[in-house]
Each structure stands twice: as C-alpha cells, then as structure tokens.
C-alpha cells in the first residue's frame, strides 16, 4: 500500500502537500524526521498517514505527545470517524476510558494513542509501553523542548528517555524553524541524522501592514477602519475578525468600545469564566460575534476559515508568537490583512507580562520591534525568522512593498519627536540679556553657541566667550535657541541686519517694553542656577544616551523634562507617565535609567 492511497482513502486528500511526502517516506525507512512547517500547512499526515500503514502492517501502535488535551480529543475523534483505532490518555481522561484505552493499547488494537508529555514520562506509562509494540513516537509542538522558545514545558526536557527506551522512528513536529529550535530537537531527543522538511512560511494570500500608534485612541481607529475595510461593521455576513490584545483588561475596553462603535464585537481571555469563554467562542464561530477581541489564550486548535482580518492592538511579546496568531487569517486562501499596531509601550507591557520561562524574552522584543520598524518586506522578515536563511523574495503585498517611502516616513515620524523645544519665559529673557551685553550684532547660529558654552574660535574672538550668558542654555540645543531667536524677531524684539551673513541685535533703544527688561550694561552676572546633582546627573545621562543613539540631545529629553523630574522625583514607571515630554516610548527606552539617577540622587540628597 502506499503513503498517497493512505491519504486519499481514509482522508480524502487527493495529494501530498510541500514537505508531507518526504516526511511520511522518511520515516517508514526508519528514519527519524523533523518537520517544521507553518500552523496550517498539515503536519499531523505526517504522522498519521505512517502511523496507519505501520498499523496495517502488524508493527504496533504510534504514540503521539502532544501538549493540548483539547488537541488530542478532536484528533483522536477525527481519527475514530475515519474508521481508525486511535485513542488517548491524559489527565482528563475518565477512569473507564482509561481503563479501556489501556486494554485496547495492550492488545493491540490502537493504530495512535495520544498522550500528555507529563503522563509520558512516568516510570508506570513507560512500564506499560513495555509491554506492547510500538511502531513509531510523534512528537507535537517539538519546540516545547526549547527554554528559548515560547512554550517551553519542563516534561519535554524527559522525551529523550522516552525515545530511547523505546528505540523507534521518531518524527519530531513544531512550526518554529529557528535554527536554534531545530537543533535543540535534535539535541534533547537524541535524534540521528534526521530528515528535515522545512516548509514555506510564505502566506500569499496575507498582508501584513505595521502601523505605529501610541495611544489608545489612535490604534482603536486604525483597528475600526481596518474591520470597516474588511467590511465587519454590518450585524451578518461572510467573515469575521480577532483583536489581539496583550491583557485581559485591555480586551474587555477594546471590546466595549467596538461595540458601542455598532460592531458585534466580544471578549476571550483566560481570566473569564469556562461558561463565558465558551459563549465567546461559540457566537464567533457561529458568526453572532464577527469580531472576537482576546489575549493570546484564544486560537490554539481553533481553525475557522475566514478570519479576514487579524489586528494586534497591541504588539505580542515574539515574532512566533505573532506570526502564529496572525497566521490565523485567511487559511481559505482568499486574501485578509495582518495588522500590526505598534508603540514603544508595548514593549514595556510585554517585560512586565514577561514569561520568566523565556530566557531570551529581550532578544524576542527586539525581533517583533526590529520587525515593526523594519524597512523590509514583512513577508521577508517572517520567513528570514523562521528558516533562519535570508530569503530574497518580495511578497509584494505588504505595505514596505506597497510603498517603501510611506513607511519610512511614518517610521521616522513614530522615532523622533518635533524638532525644536520652545524656550521658557526666562530662557527667553537670557538671550535677550546676552544680545544687551553683547552690543553688537552677532549671527544666530554663533550667539546660540555661546550660549551652549561653545569655545570654539569663532565664539572667542568675538568675545561672546566673555558674556556672562556664555554656557547657561547648555542644556538645550542650538536649533531650539536659533527658533527662539527667530521667534524674538518674528515678535521684533529682535531686529535682524545684513542679507548675506545675517545677524541679529536688540530692537531699538532700551527704552521701552522688553528691551527696558535688557538693560545695555551687562548685569552681575547672577550666579550659576542652582543645579541639583539630579539635573546635572540627567543632563550628562541625555548627552551620552545622545550621543550613542547620534541623536540631538533634546531628543533624548528636553530641559523642561530634567525640569519636571527634579521638582516631582518620580519614583515609579507610572509616575513618569506624568512628567511632560515623556511619552510611552521614552519611557520604555530610558524610564528604568531615569528612576534610577532619581534615586540614586534622591539618596545623596538626603545624605
Ligand atoms: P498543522 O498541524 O500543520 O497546523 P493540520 O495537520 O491541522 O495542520 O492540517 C491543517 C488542515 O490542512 C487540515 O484541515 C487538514 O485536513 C488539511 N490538510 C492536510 N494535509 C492536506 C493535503 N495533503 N491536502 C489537502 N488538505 C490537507
Ligand atoms: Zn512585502
């Protein structure tokens, strides 16, 4: 009998899909295989169509360790309504189903017996496996044996003895194709030269756009306009849509909003209740709710076929992790969009939500950040991930592909903030002061220098050195001093002389108005402003993040930033959020540095 006749028979699949064939021929040679193929693309033929002709052939049962009890029943039903022995133990099990799988096991009759990585390992599982023939040992979700990866379970660490004690074909299975995964499979089940299918990652029916939006406000109407596109907002219809949201609360407001928005919109998380979470799943997969909003606990074995649009309000903590959930749009292969919400406080949520578990829980925020602020195909991105290998293709659908330069922009937009910070009321007033002291015209770009502290030649001999002024705005940078002038003289405080080298000196006589404010004689200079170590410590602290990131100084924070957290000394993450010009992603870069200058000096203060 061969492999192709199996699978049309009993499942009615008229041919193999990329990659089935090689795994299924690999391993009725006796080999070992891995194969590493998108959620969706048919891993379990590879397993199952073997497992029924080794069956067949009088060599024993096929056990199968998957993770998901929820998994297992719908295979092991799936499998009965074809006719074939199968059957599955785990903790849910009843006494007489287990009763009775044992029995038919030990007679032989199973052609698969699922099992729970947690019962395939104790000594009184292996005891009864001694007893009866087995043919060949599936591994599921295989990249649970990796403590890199995102679900890693501990009993997966204990498959290698499992496999050895039985000295069987062994076909290890996962959609994560790292490298590094691939090599931990092999490592921690003892695998010898296997066969390694890797499959396509490509899904050419999706589109995967990354919009950055920082609030809520702002990626709530990007979601809308996304499920409006997609045409989702009318009660019935053909397709429907899945909000991912990192947190339990953040599903429920989301929810609520899109549905006071008019779409029939529910709720999924964990944290509800069996009755509730089954409703929710239910009216979705019924088409009562096109609009499902949930935490990541939602998807897992849920294969609806239209699912036209998937949005991640917020962004997931791995680019797996992402891709998986977003793989569930358009498995009928009709076109559906993959959007990416993103803002630098995702990232602060995910460390908070971080999955100690995960050791390289940075290394996977970089790579989800690496690809919403990347400039390349997202397709590319996401196969280069999972297959490790630089691919070249584009997928030509994506929205780098679609318009390179748009993104771009919207990227750079989303990093920097505006360009100049405008001067406080008495920084005003200083420059104006140094215009009365100085008493001679003098270009902008110069004055603005000394201002900084500049000794560089052109400041000396002008003699702006001298001004009493000379290094006081040094905390701000010179395009916000040079707008601050040109502002001055906008407001004709300021007159401005000479076309080719222009320069700027006080308006008219100090007779009146501001310039009676800017007495001619320079003042005593007034002694240096009382700068706590906690200014300084921000000042240096900004100039060097700067200088790192070749950022502007400003960029970093502005003056009036260092301003707010010496009078307020925030000491927590959320009070940052109140400090002006700190926004979600300056704290997610430098709040952590930040808080720690304050206490540091906070403590030195008290001293
Ligand atoms: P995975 O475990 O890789 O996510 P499944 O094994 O659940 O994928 O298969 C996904 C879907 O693809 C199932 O509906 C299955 O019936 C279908 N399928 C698998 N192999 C084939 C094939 N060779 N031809 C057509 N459909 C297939
Ligand atoms: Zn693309």
Avoid at 243 to 271: I, M, N, Q
Avoid at 397 to 419: S, T
Avoid at 465 to 487: F, K, M, T, W
Wanted: hydrophobic share 40%; glycine share 8%.
């Amino acid at each position: 009998m061969e492999p192709c006749a199996v699978l049309r028979d009993t499942f009615g699949h008229p041919a193999f899909r990329g990659g089935q064939e090689a795994a299924v021929r690999a391993v009725l040679a006796g080999r070992d295989a891995v194969v590493l193929l998108p959620t969706g693309a048919g891993k379990s033929m590879c397993y199952q169509v073997p497992a029924i002709m080794l069956a067949r052939q009088g060599r024993g049962t096929t056990i199968v360790i998957s993770p998901l009890i929820a998994l297992m029943n719908d295979q092991v039903g799936a499998l009965r309504g074809r006719g074939i022995a199968a059957g599955a133990l785990h903790s849910h099990s009843s006494d007489d189903e287990r009763a009775a799988t044992t029995a038919a096991l030990l007679r032989g009759e199973l052609a698969l017996l699922y099992v729970s990585p947690e019962r395939a390992v104790l000594d009184g599982f292996q005891r009864l496996l001694g007893r009866t023939r087995i043919a060949m040992l599936a591994i599921d979700e295989a990249h649970c044996v990796s403590q890199w990866g995102h679900d890693f379970r501990p009993e997966y660490l204990r498959l290698g003895e499992v496999r050895r004690a039985l000295e069987v074909p062994t076909i290890a299975l996962t959609a994560t194709a790292t490298p590094r995964v691939l090599a931990e499979i092999q490592d921690v089940l003892g695998m010898r030269d296997p066969e390694v299918v890797c499959g396509d990652f490509r899904r050419p029916n999706l589109t995967f756009d990354v919009q950055h939006r920082g609030r809520d406000d702002a990626r709530l109407a990007a979601t809308i306009e996304a499920l409006d596109r997609a045409g989702l907002r009318a009660r019935a219809g053909a397709g429907r849509a899945i909000v991912y949201c990192s947190t339990r609360k953040k599903t429920e407001t989301v929810a609520g909003e899109l549905a006071s928005a008019g779409f029939a919109a529910g709720h999924y998380h964990a944290g509800s209740t069996a009755v509730a979470r089954e409703r929710a799943q239910r009216g979705f997969a019924l088409g009562k709710l096109r609009i499902l909003v949930a935490t990541s606990a939602f998807g897992m074995g849920v294969d609806l076929p239209d699912v036209r649009v998937i949005v991640h309000f917020q962004a997931p903590g791995s680019l797996e992790a992402y891709y998986q959930e977003a793989g569930r749009a358009g498995r009928d292969g009709d076109p559906s969009q993959c959007l990416l919400l993103f803002g630098p406080s995702d990232l602060v949520t995910q460390r908070k939500l971080a999955d100690h578990a995960r050791h390289d829980h940075e290394a996977a925020l970089a790579a989800i950040e690496a690809y919403a602020r990347g400039g390349r195909c997202r397709q590319q991105i996401l196969c280069d991930h999972f297959t490790g290998v630089a691919g070249q293709f584009l997928c030509g659908l994506c929205d780098v592909c679609r318009d390179p330069d748009a993104v771009r922009d919207a990227r750079h937009e989303a990093a920097v903030d505006p360009i100049v910070t405008p001067l406080s009321a008495e920084d005003r007033q200083l420059l104006l002061d140094a215009l009365a002291a100085h008493r001679r015209p003098v270009g902008k770009g110069n004055l603005a220098k000394a201002l900084r502290g500049s000794r560089a030649k052109a400041i000396t001999v002008q003699g702006l050195v001298h001004l009493p002024q000379h290094g006081r705005l040094a905390a701000l940078d010179e395009a916000s001093i040079v707008a601050a002038i040109d502002q001055l003289i906008r407001e004709r405080r300021v007159v401005r002389r000479g076309n080719k080298y222009p320069t700027v000196a006080l308006a008219g006589a100090a007779s009146r108005g501001d310039t009676a404010r800017a007495p001619r004689v320079p003042r005593a200079p007034r002694g240096p402003r009382t700068q706590t170590s906690v200014t300084l410590a921000l000042d240096t602290y900004r100039k060097r993040v700067a200088r790192q990131l070749r950022w502007k100084s400003y960029m970093v924070f502005q003056r009036s930033t260092i301003a707010a957290i010496e009078t307020q000394r925030p000491i927590t993450l959320e009070a940052l959020e109140k400090i002006p010009g700190l926004g979600p992603a300056k704290i997610a870069r430098f709040g952590n540095d930040i808080l720690a200058v304050v206490r540091k000096h906070t403590r030195d203060d008290r001293a």
